[in-house]
């Protein structure tokens, strides 16, 4: 696998950062070398907050990503940020409950997931992140649904471990509907 970089961008309090954790310990368990770095403006909750994810066989050279191969974009914001730069032939997975426009670019592959919407069909209206992440995972499957699901559940702080059906439930949606996307 070549190196892959990831940006999840959105707001404070869509579990961003968490989505990004998820990844990263899930490479890390499957013995692939990454880096996370989280950013977020000064706002507890409705601030933009943002992540970087690098995963890769080999060594990493630099944690900086100017031009990520995948974006998950949770709002409208991080689409309008983050779609013109991103290379040709890269992913982005956009949350159309917030993103009230298409995706310009046709040389990029994208699809928009109602993930604040599906959040609230299961019940748990924060869960757009893992929905995304399940998408990701059709879509660009550097690391699979199985691996993701083990990486949360060794990782998900004890105090969490109740919401591990839910999460899991919520990125089997994600993915279930990006692989109904793609036919």
């Given at each position: ?155 998900i702080p004890?105090r969490h ?23």
């Amino acid at each position: 696998m070549k190196e892959t970089s990831i940006i999840i961008s959105g707001f404070g309090g869509q579990g961003t950062l968490f989505a990004g954790q998820v990844l990263a310990y899930t490479a890390m368990d499957n013995g692939l070398e990454v880096t996370w770095i989280p950013s977020y403006g000064p706002e507890m909750r409705g601030g933009t907050a943002h992540c970087t994810v690098i995963v890769s066989e080999e060594r990493i050279g630099s944690p900086l990503v100017d031009n990520p191969d995948i974006v998950l974009a949770l709002n409208l914001p991080s689409v309008d940020k983050y779609e013109d730069i991103m290379p040709t032939g890269g992913t982005l997975i956009a949350n159309s409950s917030l993103v009230n426009r298409e995706i310009e670019r046709e040389d990029i592959t994208s699809i928009l997931i109602p993930a604040n919407n599906i959040a609230e069909e299961i019940g748990m209206s924060r869960l757009a992140n893992m929905i995304m992440v399940g998408a990701l995972t059709k879509l660009r499957p550097i690391l699979t649904l199985e691996m993701v699901k083990a990486g949360l559940n060794e990782h998900i702080p004890e105090r969490h471990r109740k919401t591990l059906p839910i999460n899991f439930e919520a990125m089997d949606r994600g993915y279930a509907f990006a692989e109904e996307l793609l036919g």
